[in-house]
């Protein structure tokens, strides 16, 4: 008998345990102020064939394509949240955009000024670090971040090697002190700013200030910082819209969202990289560049891209699902499938330029 109600009750913890870890941590939302995108002229049927798979991808995978505010192509979940990753960078740099115009922000205000530190105490060399060197990866602040991986890790320069505005390197200290700074200079959070001053005027789908998590959104183990990770969890589709209003120089159905000046400044190079997958070879504030095809990019873990093309008014966006529940997320990262089809989203996004 004892030992039955030992089973049982194992039993019921397991299952309890079960449910819980699959319990989504983001709900897709259903906002007042959502607007249905617009169909256009649909691509061509040999772009449509290069992009369609011919089998079924091994996760799921959602592709949008816009032009002029239209859709012209779309595979998948579009609807579907998912964590965009690195992806929450470029739409910070936006938020910050929108910020500074409010007066709210000053890019050349120093940490030492705006009284940021670390766990493991900054120097006073770096502290002499703006705001804006964080924008451009240019801190010269070389130290343990939360939610970095692989190169973040291994090529992690020698701390104090180089100054502030000098040298370029992609880390998570840089994108995480950023969040801090925003809200700190803002008086509210990344999610309420975000829904108030971006979802909103785009008249996103799937999108309220819940899908942003500041900290760790399962219990995975966090390395100790005062610069917490922030998420973001959205949709392809409401992605796109954030890419079709760059593309068009910050607006969106003839409403000016974030400013133009920004939109330039922003998307301009700073540094020029050598990418070692031949996707990109510049950097701006948060966004990637390609000289070659004059395109903006944004790069999420997990393979999850957005492609902006102001000269043709194209936004192409890819997302994979990498989980939304402690189960799911525990799942892909256990696989790390890195299924994805960027190459024929380059190959239409070529066909549907070519002149």
Known sequence: MIIKNILFGVGILILIVLIFSSLPRIYNPSPDFQTELVYGKPVAK?????????????????????????????????DKIMNIASIRKAILSLLYGIAIDKGMINLNKTLAELKIDETVPLTLDEKKATIR????????????????????????????????????????????????????????????FMEEYLAKPLGMQDFTKENVILGDPWFFPKKKSLHKQYYLYMSTRDLARIGAM??????????????????????????????????????????????????????????RFMIIDPNNQLTLVEQNFTGNSFL????????????????????????????
């Not at 060197?133 to 090529?155: R, V």
């Not at 000016?256 to 996707?279: A, C, F, G, L």
């Open 46 to 78: 040999e772009i449509d064939s290069i992009l369609t798979p011919k089998e079924k991808p091994k996760r799921t995978r959602a592709v949008i394509i816009l032009k002029n505010e239209k859709i012209i192509y779309e595979y998948g979940p579009t």
């Open 133 to 192: 060197d964080l924008l451009m990866f240019k801190s010269g602040i070389y130290l343990p971040a939360q939610g970095e991986h692989d190169s973040q890790i291994t090529d992690r320069p020698k701390r104090g090697s180089h100054e502030h505005g000098t040298y370029f390197f992609s880390n998570n200290f840089d994108a995480n002190v950023l969040g801090t700074i925003f809200m700190q200079e803002t008086g509210t959070s990344i999610g309420e």
């Open 246 to 303: 760059v593309a068009n120089n910050g607006k969106w159905n003839d409403l000016q969202i974030v400013p133009e000046e920004w939109i330039t400044e922003s998307t301009t190079e700073y540094s020029h990289i050598k990418d070692s997958h031949n996707r990109y070879d510049g950097v701006s504030y948060q966004w990637y560049l390609d000289s070659k095809s004059k395109t903006i990019w944004a790069d999420g873990y997990g393979e």
């Open 328 to 355: 799911t997320t525990g799942l892909w990262l256990l696989s790390r499938n890195m299924d994805s089809g960027l190459t024929t989203l380059i190959k239409a996004h070529r066909m549907l330029t070519q002149k």
